[in-house]
């Protein structure tokens, strides 16, 4: 019941966002510099040929009322045509984001698959061998660029051996969980990192609150310890943090997607902005704003679950 | 200290508990020895830092993940001391159980209350499910928590201080121990509710057969709890004895500083004692008596050599040069 109360007054909470969003992206897309329509026209284009296809965009028009036909289309599901590949801008999208929303769910799994057993290792043997090796090793993920942790990988995991293949999207599920390992893992890497420092730390500091000692001086097991009331309070604040590093991974899609010739939303981001496609480009930036809220969204709704304060204030 | 060795419960002998930090080894508990009879209330005073939860957490295996515990533990005849983890399972909370000073943060807050009761249950005794929620609306009610069956799907969060210390011992009382470890169990609440909490406790021992180690900085709350009183100070025990024949007459100078800082029956605007200067850090002992530095009765021989506990009456100790003059003031 309050859990329900919750919900609405979080998803109330959305629609400022998108507001805002909607006037940053018209914004943004405006001050950018260069002039769309001659990128949309060929080099010999006459003044008033040019002049035809600004009128054809509305960028004539006073910036109020462009902002709100962008508001009225956006709301009606039109957003216009993708200068660069002549077709509507929500058709084109539509069309990947299944591509990116698979890539990043599929580096999610993978770096909490990876992060979480190791960041309770290296909590149990804090500041042992075990602790700074893992330790170490994550460092070093963390301060190499992610473009650059793709190209190695690219190259021995794929082309040398040929263990994966240089780049694509499968059809069936499994082919694409095979197509995109490389560039689930590459981004998974990164985000296990930031996971991993946070998980350990939260374990760390958990196992010595109070209500673990006193769980302990219950003569509870250390499964039932680790598991109902080490890792449930670890993992809230760990929650919260991959919430946003999912944030900062869409964002990473533009160079993952781009070096492994994934065709996601990412890549078609990275094309839109080299052909200054403005009605893809605005396309583009609010499905990923979209995305990124439903991502805190759900977040949020993982940590009321978790936490009863949250639930039940 | 010299009871018959099979009618004691518990037998703690030199007990020692070091951490280490930056490399220095830190005594936290250097050599305590005492016994705990069955159903009797056993007093630990002293001041903060004195040592005293850590020797409850030493007792039941809590403190050895910080640091080494050495000496013995004589549970039952066993020592729990070489104990694992593991094989202590079935003596934690089903034999002897703990209770914590601080009941805002010593229940588990994304756990419902009656899940925390319950698990002691499931982890001690053969109850199925039905029978174990019955149990624990039964606890709950022992322990004077109105409404107590509507109450076990709520969280922590929703009880009061006073009301979680309740919680916490019906969750520690779940498989009728037969030991009670209580660290400063009502430092943390209001006057009013410590008082409750303290003869909720009583009486709970008594109609249990219970023993219980009470952990506490006051010397009133022993007066009206315990029916003996070890003292401790830096890591050692300095006196020991029953509480009538301590309070009445302190073999040991800082029992008697404890003993004059109970505001008691003293006209208003009295400045309340307390003893003076602070406890010696744990790397900083001094060579002798770990108190010569704020004895007020401090001689040659107290810097020099440090006094053992040793027996001076029947079931009296004290750790002093000279016991026989340290509580004149109070018999006076």
């Known amino acids: 019941m309050s859990s329900l109360s919750y919900l609405v007054s979080r998803l109330m909470q959305i629609i400022p966002t998108f507001l805002l969003v909607m006037v940053v992206i018209f914004l943004l897309v405006r001050m950018l510099p260069g002039d769309p329509a001659i990128a949309m026209a060929d080099a010999k284009a006459t003044e008033a040929q040019l002049e035809l296809i600004r009128q054809k965009l509305g960028l004539n028009e006073p910036l109020v009322m462009q902002f709100l036909y962008f508001v009225k289309n956006t709301l009606s599901g039109d957003m216009g045509t993708s200068i660069l590949l002549k077709a509507p801008v929500l058709e084109v999208i539509a069309e990947r984001i299944p591509v990116t929303a698979f890539l990043t769910l599929y580096a999610v799994c993978l770096s909490i698959l990876i992060a979480g ?12 061998g075990l602790d700074i090796a893992i330790r170490t090793g994550f460092q070093i993920g963390l301060s190499t660029p992610v473009f650059y942790i793709g190209l190695l990988l690219l190259t021995f995991l794929a082309a040398s051996l ?15 969980l095979h197509h995109l390992i490389l560039p689930a893992l590459t981004v998974a890497l990164y985000t296990s990192a930031i996971i991993m420092r946070n998980l350990r730390s939260a374990v760390i500091e958990v196992l010595d ?41 869409m964002s990473g899609t533009l160079v993952t997607e781009t070096v492994f010739a994934v065709p996601g939303l990412g890549r078609l981001m990275l094309e839109a902005i080299f052909a200054r496609d403005y009605p893809l480009i605005q396309g583009l930036t609010l499905t990923f704003a979209v995305m990124v809220s439903l991502v805190f969204l759900f977040t949020d709704m993982v940590q009321a679950w978790l936490d009863p304060r949250l639930r039940l204030s | 200290m010299m009871t018959s060795q099979n009618k004691s419960l518990l037998q703690v002998r030199d007990l020692t508990t070091t951490f280490y930090r930056n490399g220095r080894a830190l005594r936290a508990v250097d050599g305590i020895s005492f016994d705990v009879h069955a159903g009797e209330v ?3 005073v002293g001041e903060s830092g004195s040592g005293k939860s850590i020797s409850l957490r030493s007792i039941i295996g809590l403190a050895r993940d910080y640091g080494t515990v050495e000496g013995n533990v004589y549970w039952k005849g066993e020592d729990l001391l070489t104990r694992t983890d593991k094989q202590l399972q079935c003596v934690r909370g089903s034999q002897i159980s703990m209770i914590f000073q601080e009941p805002m943060t010593s229940l588990n807050p994304l756990l419902t209350v009656g899940l925390q009761i319950e698990e002691n249950l499931k982890a001690h005794t053969d109850l199925d499910r039905p029978a174990r929620k019955a149990r624990a609306i039964e606890l709950l009610d022992t322990v004077g928590i109105p409404g107590a069956s509507s109450r076990l799907r709520d969280f922590p969060h929703q009880f009061s201080g006073g009301m979680r210390q309740r919680v916490m011992i019906a969750i520690a009382l779940a498989s009728c121990p037969e030991l009670l470890l209580a660290d400063e169990p009502t430092t943390a609440l209001d006057v009013t509710i410590q008082d409750q909490i303290l003869q909720l406790l ?10 219980i180690v009470l952990v506490t900085h006051d010397l009133g709350v022993v007066a009206q709890t315990c029916d003996r009183v070890a003292v401790m100070y830096a890591g050692r025990l300095v006196e020991t004895g029953s509480v009538r024949d301590v309070l009445k007459r302190p073999r040991h100078p800082y029992t008697l500083g404890l003993l004059k800082s109970v505001p008691e029956s003293v006209p208003p605007r009295t400045p309340l004692y307390s003893v003076p200067g602070t406890p010696p850090a744990l790397d900083a002992l001094p060579k002798g008596c770990a108190f010569a530095p704020r004895c007020h009765m401090v001689e040659d021989i107290c810097l020099g050599n440090r006094p053992p506990l040793s027996e001076i009456g029947e079931q009296i100790s004290s750790a002093c040069h000279f016991p026989e003059v340290a509580g004149e003031e109070v018999s006076a």
């Open chain 2, 202 to 211: 009583l009486s709970l021992a008594k109609n249990l057969n219970m023993a």
């Open chain 1, 162 to 176: 040929g263990l994966f293949p240089v780049g694509g999207y499968g059809a069936t599920f499994l082919q694409r």
């Open chain 2, 42 to 44: 056993l007093g630990l």
């Open chain 1, 117 to 128: 057993p190791l960041a309770f290792v290296a909590a149990l043997n804090k500041n042992g």
């Open chain 1, 209 to 249: 609150a109070d209500y673990v000692q006193f769980a302990r001086s219950k003569g509870l097991s250390r499964s039932v310890i680790l598991g109902r009331h080490v890792l449930r309070n670890a993992m809230i604040s760990t929650v919260t943090l991959l919430g946003l590093s999912i944030g900062a991974l």
